[in-house]
């Protein structure tokens, strides 16, 4: 499961992006939340083909079968 916790809008384009998750593997007893770094990492292009993105450094945290987890990931993500 994947549960959205926080989220950003940016004040340029106004569009609105996921900034953290709570994500659930239960058949793998597995836990995490995912946070991004600098949510305010939007990059736009303007014109006929304009788009809104955010990329984003994000920290892992969480825990599988009562281990704790710690990672790093990146982040694309179309505006919603």
Known sequence: SIE???GWTSPESG???V?????????????????ALVP????????PAG???LYADC?????QAGK???GVCFLEQEAL
């Open 4 to 6: 959205q916790l926080d």
């Open 15 to 17: 569009a609105k992006y």
């Open 19 to 35: 900034s953290m998750w709570q994500v659930g593997i239960p058949s793998l007893d597995l836990s995490m939340t995912v946070t």
């Open 40 to 47: 305010e990492s939007e990059v736009r292009r303007t014109g």
């Open 51 to 53: 788009y809104a993105y």
């Open 59 to 63: 920290d892992a945290t969480g825990s």
């Open 68 to 70: 704790a987890l710690k």
